[in-house]
């Protein structure tokens, strides 16, 4: 049968996103293994896809009668998972992953557009009262005690293209930051798929700190930042001169009026080593009366880059939001600690990372060539589910 099923998914994953070498070989540190990687790794990424993400339903999985239809030779217990992923190394997957990327714009994935965006944001995924791992960071109320320990880390996604891509994701512990994070994650994702992949990064506030935005710069890329009061003076600077006058755009984006004032003569704060800022107001009118505004502030020319295109790029940052953590958190137990170990963590955020942009693939590009629908995410869910317990036909021979 040539539709999606378990096995199909591994066939397109193996020879279509060529990744059966690492599959085979993804960075197994385990001294004298028993269970060959392969197994386990990809039962935890078909678990993923299967919504399936806790160690104890990967292990029911794959002790079930599903098993052989999983294409798992064997099959193992949680605490096996938990002693791989203690001990998998991570690079392996990131480099699997940048190489979808790759092979996603080499393959014309990418609707036709001008501008190919890199959203970054962190997010937090995992709660514990007790300290286990060197990812922990305390949380604390106003009397300084400590409330538990949350696990943080930051995500980049491909977006604006009209197939969002998560690509990769940096964990920051105490002491560490989520922009300091950002850094290397923008740094080692632009390292590995160059520096004409994309054209910009699209950032929340957090983000819009001078060294952030100084490594975008070197890293050839503009950014599109939400302009907020952890930059006062740019702020009140902005908020003096918009809204008024008229608008230097008006536009319908769908049932919305949007209106834009726009100009790059601010000054930058004293950190920044811009000439100028370039800062965006927008005001979009929805037909229910509600109204949505924000400030944003970009290095992208005028002559670059139209107040509408800046809107646009502005609006791709609720993909990492919408696509990236709510998918995860939502369907793929982003927030749950399978095994509290440091390692562990930052591999399940990984693949789970891995398994979306491999479901979309699939899903959005695979299965839809020639005249076939696209299939909803629920669907082929579904779709995955049923076939994976269908009798086996009778043999005929
Ligand atoms: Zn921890």
Same mark, same amino acid.
């Given at each position: ?36 990687? +392969? ?12 919504? +399936? ?116 994701? #940096? ?68 908020? +003096? ?33 811009? #000439? ?122």
């Amino acid at each position: 049968m040539n539709g999606p099923t378990p096995r199909h998914l591994l066939h397109y994953v193996t020879r279509r996103l060529r990744l059966r070498r690492y599959l085979q070989d993804p960075g197994d540190g385990r001294p004298q293994p028993q269970i060959p990687p +392969q197994g386990l790794l990809w039962a935890l990424l078909v678990g993923q896809i299967l919504r +399936q993400s806790s160690f104890h339903a990967v292990e029911a999985l794959v002790r079930s009668a599903a098993r052989r239809r999983l294409s798992i030779p064997a099959p193992f217990s949680d605490d096996a998972l938990g002693y791989f992923t203690e001990r998998l190394d991570p690079g392996p997957t990131r480099q699997a992953l940048l190489s979808l990327l790759r092979g996603a714009k080499r393959n014309k994935a990418f609707d036709d557009c001008r501008w190919i965006g890199l959203a970054i944001d962190g997010t937090g995924a995992g709660w514990r009262t007790h300290q286990g791992c060197s990812l922990c960071r305390p949380r604390r109320n106003a009397q300084k005690q400590i409330l538990g320990y949350q696990h943080s880390f930051v995500m980049i996604s491909v977006v604006g293209t009209g197939l969002s891509l998560p690509c990769d994701g #940096e964990p920051y512990g105490p002491g560490d930051s989520e922009y300091a994070a950002g850094q290397r994650l923008l740094r080692r994702v632009i390292g590995s798929v160059g520096k004409r992949f994309a054209q910009y990064v699209v950032v929340d506030g957090a983000f819009a700190t001078a060294p952030f935005l100084h490594t975008a710069g070197e890293l050839g890329l503009r950014v599109v930042a939400r302009l907020k009061d952890n930059l006062p003076e740019l702020l009140a600077a902005a908020q +003096q001169r918009f809204p008024s006058g008229p608008p230097a755009t008006v536009f319908q984006q769908g049932p919305d009026r949007v209106e834009i004032w726009d100009a790059e003569d601010f000054d930058p704060w004293e950190a920044l080593h811009w #000439e100028t800022v370039r800062v965006f107001f927008y005001r979009q009118h929805k037909p229910d009366g509600t109204v949505v505004e924000a400030y944003w502030l970009t290095n992208f020319a005028s002559s670059t880059a139209g107040p509408r295109s800046l809107f646009r790029m502005a609006k791709s940052r609720w993909e990492i939001e919408n696509q990236g953590f709510n998918e995860a958190k939502s369907r793929h137990g982003l927030e749950h600690i399978c095994h509290h170990h440091a390692n562990s963590l930052l591999i399940g955020w990984l693949l789970t990372i891995l398994s979306l942009t491999i479901e979309r693939l699939y899903r959005l590009r695979y299965l839809r060539r020639g005249t076939h629908p696209i299939r909803s995410s629920a669907e082929l869910f579904l779709i995955l589910w049923v076939n994976l317990f269908r009798p086996c036909s009778a043999d005929s021979s």
